[in-house]
């Protein structure tokens, strides 16, 4: 690793690092989990979304371990590379672009289809490339002072969330959600495994901003874990309150399954639902600000190390933030609203999520085989099971989706070798030249 190298500001605390991750994550209880009623129905999802939950709650007990010992914006990069050196490091890196990458641009359609659902008119496309030109901006403000909106909108999100559920409790009915239960039986719980995990996805994310907390190894920890907590109480409650107010099958098409709910309920012309519209947008905002905080930070780091162009390592000397690395990723996002749809997003995005997942629990195994003098103020607890259940049941996922989504899978190992194959060129050519 370089030993001079550009520094980021030090602004955070741990209600900011809980406001990143739930923020980080939040949008997917919106949107974008309604896809796996489709191919699992509405209990083959909920058990899907079960065996994800027991994956999260074991992987970030185990991975606050790796981000409180080595607290870089690379995240799990960083942990891989201290592992298994270069080509693990760009396994991981690879895999957390691909998640954050493809998450936002996911993030971007449901924004643009909910202000779509409010105003007809308004393009979803326009919406979309015009929430990255915003965002993007506010993020070049300064870390501090876009935690502290990042905080704001996940506030107001949860509020949204408690009203919406409580507004539609009253007309939720378990026969409703018990409808056609599991329409694909038992493989269909495992081809909603993607949709389920989108309820969690990008949560690793607080690690990318590790080295901006002060005291971070208390403050990572205390973030980490009240956040997974919020977002497991959340996802399961959403989904199940969605579901008891129609037919999944009339819900599990759209980007904006709480907006239909909520009409369904109220009427599409109550002012009510026009307002429960409105503030759904803070989640999908908190998200979306969230994870361009994250995924800036990935490509600083894997710039910075060499991965990437350096120049994408520039920090700005007065705010102190990646500008290149958050204009880059923007563009990118950016192309890949034009190319693919939300559903097709969501799958990479996961993918790419649970790579990470099992590169960084074989990172947490041998690190604490090859330096267990590292100093690590957090220990995973129950360890070694907390870490081999997250990493078998990331295993289990990732064969689902190479057998449910075979070509997207392709696209993603594809890219993959691609990489791998000019990384490894370039480092026989450099040392051919010496």
Same mark, same amino acid.
């Given at each position: 690793?370089?030993?001079?190298?550009?520094?980021?500001?030090?602004?955070?605390?741990?209600?900011? /690092?809980?406001?990143?991750?739930?923020?980080?994550?939040?949008?997917?209880?919106?949107?974008?989990?309604?896809?796996?009623?489709?191919?699992?129905?509405?209990?083959?999802?909920?058990?899907?979304?079960?065996?994800?939950?027991?994956?999260?709650?074991?992987?970030?007990?185990?991975?606050?371990?790796?981000?409180?010992?080595?607290?870089?914006?690379? $995240?799990?990069?960083?942990?891989?590379? !201290?592992?298994? &050196?270069?080509?693990?490091?760009?396994?991981?890196?690879?895999?957390?672009?691909?998640?954050?990458?493809?998450?936002?641009?996911?993030?971007?359609?449901?924004?643009?289809?909910?202000?779509?659902?409010?105003?007809?008119?308004?393009?979803?496309?326009?919406?979309?490339? &015009?929430?990255?030109?915003?965002?993007?901006?506010?993020?070049?403000?300064?870390?501090?002072?876009?935690?502290?909106?990042?905080?704001?909108?996940?506030?107001?999100?949860?509020?949204?969330?408690? /009203?919406?559920?409580?507004?539609?409790?009253?007309?939720?009915?378990?026969?409703?959600?018990?409808?056609?239960?599991?329409?694909?039986?038992?493989?269909?719980?495992?081809?909603?495994?993607?949709?389920?995990?989108?309820?969690?996805?990008?949560?690793?994310?607080?690690?990318?901003?590790?080295?901006?907390?002060?005291?971070?190894?208390?403050?990572?920890?205390?973030?980490?874990?009240?956040?997974?907590?919020? /977002?497991?109480?959340?996802?399961?409650?959403?989904?199940?309150?969605?579901?008891?107010?129609?037919?999944?099958?009339?819900?599990?098409?759209?980007?904006? *399954?709480?907006?239909?709910?909520?009409?369904?309920?109220? &009427?599409?012309?109550?002012?009510?639902?026009?307002?429960?519209?409105?503030?759904?947008?803070?989640?999908?905002?908190?998200?979306?600000?969230?994870?361009?905080?994250?995924?800036? !930070?990935?490509?600083?780091?894997?710039?910075?190390?060499?991965?990437? *162009?350096?120049?994408?390592?520039?920090?700005?000397?007065?705010?102190?933030?990646?500008?290149?690395?958050?204009?880059?990723?923007?563009?990118?996002?950016?192309?890949?609203?034009?190319?693919?749809?939300?559903?097709?997003?969501?799958?990479?995005?996961?993918? $790419?999520?649970?790579?990470?997942?099992?590169?960084?629990?074989?990172?947490?195994?041998?690190? !604490?085989?090859?330096?267990?003098?590292?100093? !690590?103020?957090?220990?995973? *607890?129950?360890?070694?099971?907390?870490?081999?259940?997250?990493?078998?049941?990331?295993?289990?996922?990732?064969?689902?989706?190479?057998?449910?989504?075979?070509?997207?899978?392709? /696209?993603?190992?594809?890219?993959?070798?691609?990489?791998?194959?000019?990384?490894?060129?370039?480092?026989?050519?450099?040392?051919?030249?010496?």
């Amino acid at each position: 690793m370089a030993d001079k190298s550009p520094v980021l500001k030090k602004a955070l605390g741990p209600v900011h /690092l809980w406001a990143i991750g739930v923020g980080l994550v939040i949008s997917g209880e919106y949107f974008g989990w309604n896809y796996g009623w489709g191919v699992a129905g509405s209990v083959g999802l909920l058990m899907a979304a079960l065996l994800i939950t027991v994956l999260y709650i074991t992987f970030i007990f185990s991975f606050t371990e790796l981000t409180t010992a080595i607290p870089n914006a690379g $995240g799990p990069f960083a942990y891989a590379f !201290r592992a298994f &050196g270069p080509v693990g490091a760009l396994v991981a890196g690879y895999a957390t672009l691909i998640e954050f990458l493809f998450a936002t641009p996911a993030i971007a359609l449901a924004l643009g289809s909910y202000i779509h659902f409010l105003y007809p008119s308004v393009p979803v496309m326009w919406c979309s490339v &015009g929430a990255f030109v915003v965002f993007t901006g506010i993020n070049l403000l300064g870390i501090k002072e876009a935690a502290w909106f990042s905080l704001i909108m996940t506030i107001i999100a949860i509020g949204e969330l408690l /009203l919406f559920i409580g507004v539609v409790y009253p007309h939720t009915s378990l026969d409703t959600f018990l409808h056609n239960p599991m329409p694909f039986g038992w493989s269909g719980v495992f081809a909603a495994l993607p949709f389920a995990i989108w309820l969690f996805v990008c949560l690793e994310g607080i690690a990318m901003v590790a080295e901006e907390v002060e005291d971070s190894k208390n403050a990572i920890a205390k973030g980490y874990i009240s956040a997974v907590l919020t /977002l497991a109480f959340l996802a399961i409650t959403v989904m199940i309150s969605v579901g008891g107010i129609t037919h999944w099958e009339n819900l599990d098409h759209l980007d904006y *399954p709480m907006p239909e709910a909520i009409a369904i309920v109220l &009427g599409r012309q109550n002012p009510l639902t026009k307002f429960f519209t409105s503030v759904g947008l803070f989640g999908l905002i908190a998200s979306f600000h969230g994870i361009i905080i994250s995924y800036s !930070r990935q490509i600083f780091a894997l710039a910075r190390e060499g991965y990437l *162009p350096r120049g994408l390592s520039v920090v700005n000397s007065s705010r102190q933030v990646p500008v290149w690395a958050l204009l880059v990723g923007a563009l990118f996002g950016i192309g890949a609203l034009a190319l693919l749809d939300t559903s097709k997003l969501v799958i990479l995005s996961t993918i $790419g999520a649970v790579v990470v997942y099992i590169i960084s629990m074989l990172s947490l195994f041998q690190l !604490r085989k090859i330096q267990p003098a590292l100093p !690590r103020s957090f220990r995973a *607890p129950f360890y070694p099971v907390f870490p081999a259940v997250a990493l078998l049941i990331a295993v289990v996922a990732l064969a689902a989706m190479i057998y449910f989504y075979s070509n997207l899978s392709l /696209l993603f190992f594809g890219g993959l070798v691609v990489v791998m194959g000019v990384f490894l060129g370039a480092r026989w050519y450099r040392k051919k030249d010496i």
